[in-house]
């Protein structure tokens, strides 16, 4: 069985170098200057300057055509093309957790338009989402993202469109690196 829980561990050696960190809202993370990510499991925890703990779940808001198109062209990490990544630890507020599934999705799609806006950048920007909320992490998703230098400019734009969105008026803490696979 592949693994679906993964430790995002912080420190001072890694596969991944950080070129940049930057907080956009809430409480920073110490400075490190690598990133590894390893498979792990609950109870496992790995050294570090910090370790961030996700899970590989089930689709929570995606519908069935959205679902089928994000299929079709997406494409996985681990591409030798895809040298520069995103590693964006994310938590939305109470408000947002309060709301019913049916609110959030409404936010999030007919609203935010976030898969809308994200599957234009595919399959240029690999993705996985991790979730954590639910195993007690301090942040409740940890994302990544993998791509090519020569596709940098067009994530930046897709950061930039995603945050001006009502889904991130929920977010509460936010803290973006950037790497350089090692
Ligand atoms: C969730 C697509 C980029 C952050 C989702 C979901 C989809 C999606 C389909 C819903 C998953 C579900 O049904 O549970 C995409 C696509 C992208 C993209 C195609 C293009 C590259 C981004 C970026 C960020 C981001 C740049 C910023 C860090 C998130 C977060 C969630 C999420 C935090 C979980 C939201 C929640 O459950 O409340 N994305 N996304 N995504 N995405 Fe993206």
């Known amino acids: ?14 596969e991944w ?3 940049k960190m930057t ?29 961030l703990k996700g899970i590989i779940s089930n689709l929570r808001y995606t519908e069935k055509a959205e679902k089928e198109k994000l299929i079709a062209i997406q494409e996985d990490l681990g591409r030798p093309s895809a040298s520069r990544a995103a590693f964006i630890p994310l938590r939305k507020s109470d408000e947002w957790w309060n709301l019913a599934q ?3 999705r409404k936010i999030m799609e ?8 994200g599957l234009k950048y595919l399959p240029a920007i690999a993705r996985k989402l991790f979730h954590s ?4 992490e301090a942040f409740d998703f940890l994302t990544w993202f993998e791509y090519a230098p020569s596709d940098e400019e067009a994530f930046e734009e ?15 803490r936010e803290v973006d690196m950037r790497l350089l696979k090692g």
């Open 133 to 136: 909320r639910d195993i007690g």
């Open 23 to 51: 907080t956009l809202k809430g409480d920073s993370l110490s400075e490190i200057t690598h990133i590894d990510k390893i498979s792990s499991s609950l109870v496992r925890g790995n050294e570090g300057i910090w370790t």
């Open 158 to 172: 897709l950061l930039y469109a995603l945050r001006k969105t009502e889904e991130w008026t929920y977010v509460d």
């Open 102 to 104: 049916d609110e959030r």
């Open 17 to 19: 170098e950080v070129l």
């Open 1 to 14: 069985m592949s693994s679906t829980i993964f430790d995002f561990v912080g420190g001072t050696s890694g």
């Open 110 to 117: 007919e609203s935010s338009k976030h898969t809308q806006t």
